[in-house]
């Protein structure tokens, strides 16, 4: 009975918050049904404090996607995706952590709500790095190469990125560590650091793999590197990466990287 009652309050509650980002169109339909499925999984199985973690994602995101819209047509005419997250981009991003917390309410040891704290502070920097970053009024530079790359493109890397890359995992942790300090415990502070460290690990990952496996394309009448397999009503032509790994497969790829480095740091 008691596992019926969560149930139905994580579905109540995730359908708000999902469906309030929806009306703000920072979720696509799909994207709001993604956050409801897995927001019920997290109310269900996971600590109080997990679904804030999540929440906080999500909305973290949605508020600086609102903040940056000026440089958003500019952006999406290069990269794949747009401002609104649809199904597949919450769960590439999510769904390693989801696994993570699954075996943590299994198995009842720390070493998965580690990692899974660890996966969303790597998403939560990928995104606080990538949206903040092509803010920047100098032009990122390619994370191998250090050539100057259009803003938005996967595998760049500028100062307001990378700073906003260590203060998303760090934001994450923080978190983490009052809802452990309202519960009666405490985060070491070594653990937190390392937390961090994960966290930011994660937006580093995300960008090398965006700068050497993710596909990249050309627009043949402008010549614009893009995400795109259409620019002008054209068929692009790949130049670079592995022509399945999107976007959403180096966000999936990192996140699973990112848990599996967790899960071998703390057990």
């Not at 990952?205 to 995400?227: N, P």
Request: aromatic share 12%; charged share 10%.
């Amino acid at each position: 009975m008691l596992l019926f009652y969560q149930i139905a309050l994580g579905f109540l509650f995730s359908s708000l918050v999902a469906c309030t980002a929806w009306f703000l169109q920072w979720l696509t339909l799909s994207g709001m049904i993604a956050a409801i499925l897995s927001g019920t999984l997290i109310i269900t199985i996971g600590p109080w404090y997990s679904i804030f973690l999540i929440g906080f994602f999500f909305a973290s995101s949605g508020a600086i996607s609102l903040g940056k819209r000026h440089k958003q047509h500019a952006v999406e005419d290069r990269v794949n995706k747009g401002q609104r997250r649809d199904m597949v981009q919450v769960f590439a991003n999510i769904f390693p952590s989801l696994i993570a917390l699954v075996l943590y309410r299994l198995l009842q040891e720390d070493v998965y709500l580690l990692a899974f704290v660890a996966g969303i502070a790597s998403c939560t920097a990928d995104t606080w790095g990538s949206d903040l970053g092509v803010l920047s009024r100098r032009p990122p530079r390619h994370l191998l190469t250090e050539k100057k790359m259009a803003p938005g493109l996967s595998g760049g890397v500028s100062f307001l990125g990378t700073v906003a890359s260590f203060a998303g995992s760090m934001a994450i942790v923080a978190l983490y560590a009052a809802s452990l300090w309202l519960s009666g415990r405490s985060l070491p502070l070594p653990q937190l650091m390392q937390l961090a460290a994960l966290g930011f690990l994660g937006s580093l990952i995300d960008s090398f793999l965006g700068a050497t496996i993710q596909v990249r394309y050309q627009c043949r009448v402008c010549g614009q590197l893009t995400e795109k397999r259409l620019h002008h009503y054209q068929a692009t032509a790949r130049v670079s990466g592995w022509p399945f790994v999107t976007n959403e497969g180096v966000n999936f790829l990192t996140t699973l990287l990112l848990v599996f480095i967790a899960f071998l740091q703390f057990r």
